[in-house]
C-alpha cells in the first residue's frame, strides 16, 4: 500500500468534514479497498474510517414501513437482524464471501463500489431502495450508473439506504467459483402493484432490471412466465474466464425462474 | 483394539501442538538482526526486448540500499536444469539459460527484471515504480502447436527452435504399435488438455539469505522441500559457494507439492545480496507473485489412441503429447512428461504394444514443472478417459472392461521400461465397488433424475510409480543427481534417539511417522525418539521430500541406520551378558540371550556405548550412531480404484459431487490416519483439477487467472465425506518396510473418475458428449450439453477472453479514487 | 507512526503502526506474534483470521490504527495459559484436521467462533462457515469432521489398526 493519513471520525459531521481534505476517501469495511490498495491499485492521502460512526450503523423501520440499514451496517448485522423484516435481504448479507468478511463489510461499501458482479446491488434496484447521502436522497433506478460507476458525487458518504419491504422477494445466486461472488444472481421483488426484476453479475454495465420479465410476472408471477421467456440478448454480458456473454444470459433466466419459484 | 505405538498404529501428531498454538516456525516468521528487504521489479509483458534500465531515481528514494540488475550477474552461473533429456534422433534436449534476473529479453509475465533491496518492504516497493524499464515487446508464444511451427517467435534467440525435445517410449517399437493400430478390430481416440494448474501450497515461498564475513559462511533459510539439494544445485552451478560454506534451512514448511522442490532465482539472489550486502536479505512472496513466479504444474495437450481386438483385450496404445515447459526449464521439468508419465502408459493393463512420443515446448508463460503426482496424473488420465470411451463405444461394462485386461501375474514388465514388483488390482476394485455401493446406482439415478438432475458414475482404476529411485537407473535416464536417501541415528547415552533424516516434512507427518519405525524396531516409547530434519547443518545429507519417497526411501534409510545401530548395541549386549552376538534378541527394549533368563536393558547397553567401562573396545568403537544411505532397486507402484458420483443440473451444468471413494493399495501401512489425511488431500486436488482449477493464459501471454478471484481454490463445500481405504496391501517387495508411496495417490487417480463420472451423468439424460476438457465447470459443461465446445481442443487450455475478475474489480476501485 | 495499543490475548499491548499497517503485520511484527498467516493478498484464505472485540475477521484487511484500543485474541490467546488445548484445537489433533499446520490457525479462529455461534453444527454449516478458509492440505475432511467432534457430535475415529 501506499502510505496515507487515517482519520476516524466518531460523527457524521467529522465525518463530512474530514472528507473535505485533498484527495481523501471513504473507507467502510474495508473489505474492497483494502486489497486493492495492497495491489496498488487506488491510494488516497487520508482515508476516513466511518466505522466509528454509530448513527450510521443499524436498522430500524420508519414511517412508511421502510427498512432503514444505515451505510456504515455490516453484511453480518443485516444477515442477524433482518431475518425477519426482510428475510430474502438477510439471506442475500449472509451469503456475501464468508463470515470474516460480513463482521466488516458493509452496504454503505458495496453499493458506492457498484462492483457489476456484487449482490446488494440486486436488492436495491430490485426494490427501488432509497440511497441516502448527507446531502440528498437517490432512488436506486437513478443510482446506478455503470459498472464501478453511480450516481455519489466526490465526498458523498452513502448514510442509509431505505428498503421498501416487498410481499414476497428472493435472490437466487449462481457463484463464480474462485471469487464466490456471483457469476449471475437475480433478486425478485413482488409489490402489490410490481415486479422488479434485478440482474448482477451479467452485464458489463453493472446491475440491471430484466424488463420483459418484470413484464411477464406482472400479469402472472409463476415460474412458467419466466420460462416462456427467451433468455436477455448475451451481447453486452461479461464474457470471462467462468463463462460467455451466452451462458450468462441463459443464467438469467435460469436464475429468475427459480428466485420466482422461491418466493411462492 | 486398535494399537496404539508402533507401525500399523495412529498416535496423534506430535508437530500439531506448535501448529495449533501458534507457534510453528515458519521462514517468514524468521527476521535477522539488522534484515534488509528485496522486492522484485517483474515483467507485465510475456515477450519483449530490454532496451534500457535506468534505476537512478529509484536509487535515490529514501531507505533503498542498492538496486540490482541482471548486469550485476553477469558473473554468476544460471539456475541449473537437474535433467536431460534426449530426443528421438539422438541429440540432446535444448537447454536455454536461465538467468537469475533477466538480462536481454524477459520470456514471461513476472520475469524479474531487477530487485530493489531497501530497509522495509514498502520502501522496496515503492522504489521499485521508480525504476525505469523500457521493454521493446515482441510477439509472444503462448499454444505450444503453434510454437513449434516454423517461423514462430524464438522464445530464446540463441536456441534452433521452440522444441525443447521430442522423444519416443519405445522407439523401436513404433512400427509394431502403428501396424497393431491399422489393424485392430477397434480403435478409440481421444484428444484432450490436461490443464494447467498452480500448486498454491498455503505458505508463499519465503526466503532469508543472512551472510557471516568472520566465517565467509552464507545461510538460506528457505521454503524448501529439499534444503540440501538447493544447497547443492544454488552453492555449486549458481553462486559458486562450496558445500561447506554453505548452509540452507528449511523450517516448518506450509505445504509444497512439488512446487517447492525447485531451485528459485529469488533464493540465489537473497544469499547472492547477503553477501554482498553483508546484510542480511528477505523475500517474501505475496500470493499474487506466487501465481507468477512458482512453477506451474501439468500443461500437456495429447491425442491418444487405444486398439482393441474383437475380443476386447487391449492390444495397442499410441499416444502424442505436447508438454509445456513454460519460457525455462525449471529444476525437473524435463523429466515430467517423459520418465514420470511415458513410463506409466502401461496403467494397470496388459497392452502388448505401447508407443508415447513427447514433444516438449518453450512458450512464454511461467516455467511448468511437477506439481503433485507429476506425469502420472496426465498418464492416468489419458489411459483411464480413453478405457471409458472405449467402454461406452462398445457397449460395455467400464468395469468388466478393465478387469479383462488387468495385469494379474506380478512381477510384470511393462512394455515401457518399469517392472511392477507386486498389486492385485482386482482386489481393490472389489472393494470400491463395495465403498460406491455399485449396485444401488440405478435407485440413486432414479432418484436423481426425480428431481430433475443427472446423476452418473465415474469408475477407474489407477497404478502409480513413485519412491522415485534407484541412482543407476534415473542415471541412465538423464537424471543429473543420486535418488537415495540418508539417515543417521545417533543414540544418546541415556538411550534416547536423535534420527537426522533427509526428507523433509512440510505437512506429512514425519516427527510422528518416523518415530514409530524406530521406535517399533527397538522396542521402546516412540517419544524416545527425536527427528531432525531441514538443515544442511545438521542433517549429512538429504535428497528431500517429492514423488511420494519419505517413507519409501528415506523411511528404509531410517530402517538400515537403525538395523545398524541394533547390531552394534547386540555386540555390546552380548559384551556385557557374556554370550554371543548371534544369540542376542531385543524385544521391548530389552537384550535378552536366547533360550536364557538374562537380559540387559537398552538404556544400560546404550551407556555402555558412552561409559565404555565394560566394552569390546578391541572389537568395536565406542559410541552408537550409524548412517545409512538407502538406494532402491525400483520404484514402488502403489495402485487402486477410484469412484466419484456426480449430479449434473442440466439447466446450470452445475456439477455437484455427491460421494468419491478410493480403493488403495500402499502396501503396508506405518500410521493409517496420516495414509487417509495423505489420501484425502490428493484427492482435494484431484477434483479441484477436474472441476475448478485452471491455470489461463491470453493470445498475448497474459496470467488471466492471476489471483484467488479468478483461479478457483477448492473449498470445504465443494467436497463430500470421502470414502477411503488401504486394506488391500502387496507390500513392496524390494524397501525393507514393505510400504508403497501414498502422497500423490489421491491426486493421480481422481480426475478421471471425475470426468467419467459426469460424462456417464450427461449420457443418461440423452447427450453423447464424447469428452468434455477439465476444469469442468459449469459453462463448460452446459455448452457441451448444447453441442457447443467450447475451449475444446484447443491446443492450450487458456479461455478466450480479455477479462478478469481480478481486473474488473481492480480497475473498478482504481475508478472510485 | 503512531502507537497502537490494543488489549490483545488478554494483556495490554502497544506498537508502533503507519496509516498503512494492517492488523496482521502489527501483530506479526509489532508484536511478533507469528501464529496468524499471510497467505493471500485478496481476503480470501482465511490464514490470517483473529477475533476482533470477540468477532472473527480477517487481520490483513484491517487497519491497526482503525482499531486502536480493541480486543483482540489471536492463536496464541486460545490454549489455557496451562498450555491444555480449547476443545476445538483438542479435536484438530485427534482428528488429524492439520497437515502442514499454514491454514490451522485462521481454521481454529473460524471454528471457535462457529461453535460459539451454533454450538452443534451440522456438516453442511461446518462446510460453509468455513468458505473464507481456504486449507490446501487436509481435503477438508478431517477439519469437518474434528469441528464436528468438538461439538460434541459423534464421527467415526481415526483408522487405525
Ligand atoms: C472474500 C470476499 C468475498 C466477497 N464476496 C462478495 C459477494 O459474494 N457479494 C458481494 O456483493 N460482495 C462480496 N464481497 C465484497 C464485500 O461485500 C465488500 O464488503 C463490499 O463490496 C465493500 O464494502 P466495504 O464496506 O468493505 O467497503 P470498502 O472496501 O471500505 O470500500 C469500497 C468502496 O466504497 C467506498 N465507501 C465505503 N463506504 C462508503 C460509504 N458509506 N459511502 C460512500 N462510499 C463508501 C470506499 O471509498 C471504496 O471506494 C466480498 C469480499 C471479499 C473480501
Ligand atoms: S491473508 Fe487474510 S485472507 Fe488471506
Ligand atoms: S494444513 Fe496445510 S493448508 Fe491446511
Not at chain 2, 380 to 400: C, I, N, S, W, Y
Not at chain 2, 478 to 487: I, M, N, P, T, V
Not at chain 2, 641 to 665: I, N, Q, R, S, W
Not at chain 3, 44 to 51: E, K, L, M, T, W
Request: aromatic share 6%; proline share 5%; charged share 20%.
Amino acid at each position: 500500500m501506499y502510505d496515507f493519513e487515517l482519520v476516524k471520525p466518531a460523527s457524521l459531521q467529522e465525518a463530512i468534514e474530514a472528507m473535505q481534505a485533498e484527495d481523501a476517501q471513504a473507507l467502510g469495511g474495508g473489505q474492497t479497498l483494502l486489497p486493492t490498495m495492497k495491489a496498488r491499485l487506488a491510494m488516497a492521502d487520508t482515508l476516513v474510517a466511518l466505522s466509528a460512526i454509530e448513527e450510521i450503523k443499524g436498522i430500524c423501520t420508519d414511517d412508511d414501513g421502510r427498512l432503514c440499514i444505515g451505510g456504515g451496517t455490516t453484511h453480518a448485522m443485516v444477515q442477524r437482524d433482518c431475518a425477519e423484516s426482510f428475510p430474502a435481504l438477510a439471506s442475500l448479507a449472509g451469503r456475501i464471501g464468508d463470515p470474516a468478511v460480513r463482521n466488516r463489510g458493509t452496504i454503505g461499501g458495496s453499493l458506492a463500489n457498484n462492483d457489476p458482479s456484487a449482490c446488494y446491488p440486486a436488492a436495491a434496484l430490485a426494490c427501488n431502495a432509497t440511497i441516502v447521502t448527507q446531502n440528498r436522497e437517490i432512488a436506486a433506478d437513478d443510482y446506478f450508473l455503470g459498472m464501478f460507476t453511480t450516481a455519489l458525487e466526490e465526498r458523498e458518504i452513502v448514510t442509509e439506504v431505505r428498503f421498501p419491504v416487498p410481499e414476497a422477494a428472493h435472490y437466487e445466486k449462481f457463484i463464480q467459483p474462485a471469487s464466490r461472488f456471483p457469476l449471475v444472481a437475480v433478486f425478485v421483488a413482488k409489490y402489490s402493484d410490481a415486479v422488479r426484476v434485478a440482474v448482477t453479475g451479467a452485464s458489463s454495465d453493472g446491475v440491471f432490471r430484466w424488463n420483459e420479465a418484470e413484464a411477464a410476472l406482472s400479469g402472472n408471477f409463476s415460474e412458467d412466465a419466466v420460462k416462456g421467456l427467451s433468455a436477455p440478448d448475451a451481447d453486452g454480458m461479461i464474457s470471462d474466464l467462468h463463462g460467455d456473454g451466452a451462458y450468462r444470459a441463459h443464467l438469467v433466466k435460469v436464475m429468475c425462474a427459480r428466485a420466482v419459484k422461491a418466493c411462492a | 483394539m486398535p494399537k496404539d505405538t508402533g507401525i500399523g498404529a495412529s498416535p496423534k501428531r506430535r508437530e500439531d501442538v506448535r501448529f495449533l498454538t501458534g507457534k510453528g516456525r515458519y521462514t517468514d516468521d524468521i527476521n535477522l538482526a539488522g534484515q534488509a528487504h528485496v522486492v522484485f521489479l517483474r515483467s507485465d509483458v510475456a515477450h519483449g526486448r530490454i532496451t534500457s534500465i535506468d534505476t537512478g531515481a529509484a536509487e535515490a528514494m529514501e531507505g533503498v540500499i542498492r538496486v540490482f540488475t541482471g548486469e550485476d550477474f553477469a558473473e554468476v552461473g544460471g539456475i541449473p536444469c537437474g535433467w536431460q533429456i534426449t530426443s528421438i534422433d539422438g541429440s540432446v534436449m535444448q537447454e536455454p539459460k536461465h538467468p537469475v534476473l533477466a538480462h536481454g529479453k524477459v520470456r514471461h509475465v513476472g520475469d524479474p527484471i531487477a530487485a530493489v533491496v531497501a530497509e522495509t518492504r514498502d520502501q522496496a516497493k515503492d522504489a521499485c515504480e521508480a525504476i525505469e524499464v523500457e521493454i521493446e515487446s515482441l510477439p509472444a508464444v503462448i499454444d505450444m502447436k503453434a510454437a513449434v511451427k516454423p517461423g514462430a517467435p524464438k522464445v530464446h534467440d540463441e536456441l534452433a527452435g521452440n522444441l525443447c525435445y521430442d522423444w519416443g517410449l519405445v522407439q523401436e517399437n513404433k512400427e509394431a504399435v502403428d501396424r497393431a493400430i491399422s489393424a485392430a478390430a477397434h480403435v478409440t481416440t481421444l484428444e484432450l488438455v490436461n490443464n494447467r494448474l498452480i500448486a498454491n501450497p498455503m505458505e508463499p515461498r519465503v526466503a532469508v539469505g543472512d551472510y557471516t564475513s568472520h566465517d565467509d559462511h552464507s545461510t538460506l533459510y528457505t521454503t524448501s522441500q529439499n534444503p540440501h539439494v538447493i544447497r547443492l544445485l544454488m552453492g555449486a552451478f549458481v553462486l559458486g559457494i562450496p558445500e561447506h560454506k554453505l548452509r540452507v534451512v528449511a523450517p516448518d514448511v506450509g505445504g509444497g507439492f512439488g512446487t517447492k522442490i525447485f531451485h528459485y532465482a529469488e533464493e540465489a539472489f537473497c544469499t547472492f545480496a547477503a553477501k554482498a550486502l553483508e546484510r542480511p536479505v528477505k523475500w517474501t512472496s505475496s500470493r499474487s507473485e506466487a501465481f507468477m513466479s512458482d512453477a506451474h504444474g501439468r500443461d500437456h495437450v495429447t491425442k491418444i489412441e487405444l486398439a482393441l481386438d474383437a475380443e476386447h483385450n487391449f492390444t495397442a496404445l499410441r499416444t502424442e503429447t505436447y508438454a509445456n515447459m513454460g519460457a525455462y526449464l525449471s529444476t525437473f521439468a524435463p523429466s515430467v512428461p517423459t520418465w514420470l508419465h511415458g513410463t506409466l502408459m502401461a496403467g494397470n493393463y496388459k497392452t502388448p504394444l505401447i508407443y508415447v512420443n513427447v514433444k516438449a515446448v518453450f512458450t512464454n508463460t511461467v516455467p511448468v514443472d511437477a506439481y503433485r503426482g507429476a506425469g502420472r496424473p496426465e498418464a492416468t488420465f489419458q489411459l483411464e478417459r480413453v478405457v471409458d470411451k472405449a467402454a461406452r463405444e462398445l457397449g460395455v461394462d467400464p468395469v468388466e472392461l478393465r478387469r479383462k485386461n488387468f495385469i494379474t501375474e506380478f512381477p510384470y514388465a511393462t512394455p515401457v521400461a518399469v517392472e511392477y514388483d507386486t498389486g492385485d488390482y482386482h482386489a481393490t476394485m472389489d472393494k470400491l465397488l463395495e465403498l460406491i455401493d455399485r449396485d444401488g446406482f440405478p435407485a440413486r439415478r432414479a432418484g436423481s433424475e426425480a428431481r430433475g438432475k443427472l446423476r452418473g458414475l465415474g469408475i477407474n482404476s489407477y497404478i502409480e510409480a513413485c519412491g522415485i529411485a534407484p541412482s543407476h537407473l534415473v542415471g541412465q535416464l538423464g537424471a543429473r543427481a543420486g535418488l537415495y536417501e540418508s539417515a543417521t541415528v545417533r543414540v544418546n547415552a541415556t538411550g534416547g534417539l536423535v534420527v537426522m533424516t533427509g526428507s523433509h516434512s512440510h505437512g506429512q507427518g514425519h516427527e510422528t511417522s518416523f518415530p514409530q519405525v524406530v521406535a517399533d524396531m527397538i522396542g521402546i516409547p516412540e517419544d524416545q525418539v527425536e527427528i531432525v530434519h531441514g538443515d544442511t547443518d545438521k542433517v549429512p545429507m538429504g535428497m528431500g521430500t517429492y514423488g511420494s519417497r519419505s517413507l519409501a526411501v528415506g523411511g528404509s534409510a531410517i530402517y538400515r541406520a537403525t538395523e545398524k545401530v541394533i547390531a552394534k548395541a547386540k555386540k555390546i549386549a552380548a559384551h556385557i551378558m557374556e554370550a554371543s552376538d548371534e544369540d542376542i534378541e531385543l524385544k521391548d527394549g530389552k537384550f535378552t540371550v536366547a533360550g536364557t533368563d538374562k537380559s540387559v536393558a537398552w538404556g544400560d547397553v546404550t551407556l555402555a556405548a558412552y561409559v565404555p567401562h565394560n566394552y569390546p573396545l578391541e572389537d568395536i568403537e565406542p559410541g552408537l550412531e550409524e548412517t545409512a544411505f538407502y538406494d532402491p532397486n525400483n520404484f514402488t507402484y502403489p495402485s487402486g480404484a477410484y469412484a466419484c458420483e456426480v449430479e449434473v443440473d442440466p439447466e446450470t451444468g452445475k456439477v455437484e459431487v455427491l460421494a468419491f471413494a478410493a480403493a488403495d493399495d500402499f502396501g503396508n501401512v506405518v500410521n493409517p490416519m496420516i495414509v487417509e489425511g495423505q489420501v484425502h488431500g490428493g484427492l482435494a486436488q484431484g477434483i479441484g483439477q477436474a472441476l475448478l482449477e485452471s491455470c489461463a493464459y491470453d493470445a498475448d501471454g497474459q496470467l488471466l487467472s492471476a489471483s484467488y478471484m479468478d483461479y478457483a481454490m477448492p473449498r470445504a463445500h465443494d467436497f463430500p465425506m470421502f470414502a477411503v481405504d488401504s486394506s488391500c496391501r502387496t507390500p513392496c517387495t524390494h524397501n525393507p518396510l514393505g510400504v508403497k508411496g501414498c502422497g500423490e495417490a489421491g491426486a493421480i487417480g481422481s480426475p478421471p473418475s471425475v470426468v467419467n463420472a459426469v460424462i456417464d451423468a450427461l449420457a443418461s439424460g440423452g447427450h453423447d458428449v464424447g469428452h468434455i476438457d477439465m476444469p469442468l465447470t459449469p459453462a463448460r459443461v452446459w455448452h457441451a450439453m448444447h453441442g457447443g465446445t467450447p475451449n475444446q481442443r484447443a491446443a492450450q487450455p487458456a479461455a478466450h477472453s480479455e477479462e478478469t475478475t481480478h481486473d474488473r474489480s481492480v480497475a473498478g476501485a482504481a475508478t472510485n479514487v | 507512526m503512531t502507537k497502537v495499543t490494543m488489549i490483545v490475548n488478554g494483556k495490554s499491548r502497544s506498537a508502533e503502526a503507519e496509516g498503512r499497517t494492517l492488523l496482521v503485520d502489527w501483530l506479526r511484527e509489532g508484536l511478533r506474534l507469528t501464529g496468524t498467516h499471510v497467505g493471500c493478498d485478496t481476503t480470501q484464505c482465511g490464514a490470517c483470521i483473529v477475533h476482533l472485540n470477540g468477532e472473527p475477521v480477517k487481520a490483513c484487511s484491517v487497519l491497526a490504527q482503525e482499531v486502536d484500543g480493541a480486543e483482540v485474541t489471536t492463536i496464541e490467546g486460545i490454549a489455557g495459559a496451562d498450555g491444555t488445548l480449547s476443545a476445538v484445537q483438542q479435536a484438530f489433533q485427534d482428528y488429524h484436521g492439520l497437515q502442514c499446520g499454514f491454514c490451522t490457525p485462521g481454521m481454529v479462529m473460524a471454528a471457535t467462533s462457529l461453535l460459539r455461534e451454533n454450538p452443534r453444527p451440522s456438516e453442511a454449516e461446518v462446510r460453509h462457515y468455513l468458505e473464507g478458509n481456504i486449507c490446501r492440505c487436509t481435503g477438508y475432511h478431517n477439519i469437518v469432521k474434528a469441528v464436528m467432534a468438538a461439538s460434541g457430535q459423534d464421527v467415526p475415529a481415526v483408522a487405525a489398526e
